[in-house]
């Protein structure tokens, strides 16, 4: 009965109330702020980690679960786009790219060992066995650092696009 009145009030004054579209808008805008949050926080803890050439089990979380809310982030702002919302190009550029920044970070964190052991002018990990155990933690930690590095870094950009994401809507 509320809901014919609704539409009675909704078709007199001719406004249609897009209640589907306002809740994925507000859950669109709610991951957003997690996605920005969760990033900036994994370049933090990445930050710290790298300056203290240790690793660190959160940085890794708090990284992947920012990097998921990303993509959460991008497939509800196609939801929106396709139940004919509207937003300014540079919110789309702003709101894709950060995928694309975190795909190439990965394909930097992956190629950090080949990097690492190409300048030591080592072939492979089964060379650095044979090193004595001192040369061998020396190029974990030299390994490590440039995964966290690359991966902290592209958090920081992310970070950064996501804000001006969020200043762009229309």
């Known amino acids: 009965m509320l809901n014919a009145a609704n539409k009675a009030v909704e078709a007199h004054l001719g406004v ?6 306002d809740a994925v808008k507000d ?5 957003g702020c997690l ?6 926080l994994a370049f933090l803890w990445g930050s710290a ?10 940085f890794w979380r708090l990284l992947r679960a920012g990097q998921i809310m990303v993509v959460v982030e991008c497939v509800l702002g196609g939801v929106l786009l396709l139940m004919g919302r509207k937003a300014s190009n540079l919110h789309l550029l702003y709101g894709v790219l950060p995928v694309v920044v975190a795909l190439i970070a990965e394909q930097l964190k992956i ?5 690492i052991l190409d300048a030591r002018e080592l072939p492979d990990a089964q060379a650095v066995g044979q090193l004595p155990r001192e040369q061998q933690r020396s190029i974990v930690i030299a390994i490590m650092r440039r995964e966290i590095g690359a991966m ?3 958090a920081l950009v992310v970070t950064a696009l996501l804000i001006r994401a969020a200043t762009v809507i229309h």
Not at 27 to 31: K, Q, S, T
Not at 111 to 115: C, D, K, P
């Open 35 to 40: 996605a920005l949050g969760l990033n900036l």
């Open 111 to 115: 190629s950090a060992a080949t990097q």
């Open 16 to 21: 249609r109330k897009d209640y589907r579209g």
């Open 152 to 154: 902290t870094l592209s």
């Open 27 to 31: 859950v669109h805008i709610a991951i």
């Open 49 to 58: 980690a790298w300056l203290r050439r240790r690793p660190s089990d959160w």
